[in-house]
């Protein structure tokens, strides 16, 4: 069974903190994704990763970078938390194709105070 | 450039009643178009996708969406709500690279009424 794991289902943390979101998938997927989730926003794409070290910009950056180390992990930085960053954080991953599913991890909502 | 369009953020219906929720794309290829469902503090799972063969697309819960590229549309139908469907509903298409990011429709909230 696919799984898409976050390390944190909420997290709280101080405006100016650096915050580390964690992903790991186990399937062996190529391309992993991180999104924000706002309400009447839907889902917009901060970051993608379509190979180890390989990673570009989705519609967000800007506050935003993250880190693919190893195939099966995809982490999210924010390098000095503000308050607008408050939000839920989805990781996902998927096969190469356009046609394949993604996968998605169960969220992360983040507070930042 | 591809895009999505969910009419109605929020969908109130009846416990039994038919369920529609309406998704226009935009794109200058043909599309591959998904449709996923967010129960309240989870993730998106996977309802059902179109890649080209079936116009009629099963998907699980009895959930079901036809894809009329006349009308750029994939919306999202059940004949009889249940209470459990209450939930967000997001229609995605996926951009045709070999990354195949998904853009996501803004999300349609669905209610179900006893």
């Known amino acids: 069974d696919v799984k898409v794991t976050q390390s944190s289902r909420y997290l709280v943390k101080r405006t100016g903190e650096k915050v580390f979101l964690e992903c790991v998938q186990d399937m062996d997927h190529e391309n992993m994704f991180w999104y924000r989730q706002d309400p009447g926003l839907g889902l917009r794409l901060i970051y993608f990763s379509y190979d180890v070290k390989m990673k570009e910009k989705g519609d967000i950056p800007e506050g935003y970078s993250v880190s693919r180390e190893k195939k099966e992990r995809f982490s999210l930085i924010l390098e000095s938390a503000s308050t607008n960053q408050t939000s839920m954080y989805l990781c996902?991953?998927?096969?190469?194709?356009?046609?394949?599913?993604?996968?998605f991890g169960a969220g992360t909502r983040l507070s930042v105070l | 450039a591809q895009s999505v369009t969910q009419l109605g953020s929020h969908v109130s219906v009846s416990e039994g009643a038919l369920v529609l929720l309406r998704c226009n794309y935009s794109s200058s290829v043909p599309p591959y178009l998904f449709w996923y469902v967010q129960y309240p503090n989870q993730g998106l799972q996977l309802l059902l996708k179109?890649?080209?063969?079936?116009?009629l697309v099963k998907g699980i819960n009895g959930f079901e969406a036809e894809f009329k590229k006349s009308e750029t549309s994939f919306h999202l139908t059940k004949p009889s709500a249940h209470m459990s469907d209450a939930a967000e509903y997001f229609c995605?298409?996926?951009?045709?690279?070999?990354?195949?990011?998904?853009?996501f429709g803004q999300g349609t909230t669905l209610q179900v009424k006893p």
């Open positions: 179109y890649t080209s063969a079936a116009t």
């Open positions: 996902a991953s998927k096969v190469g194709g356009a046609k394949n599913i993604q996968y």
């Open positions: 995605a298409v996926s951009e045709s690279s070999n990354t195949g990011k998904l853009i």
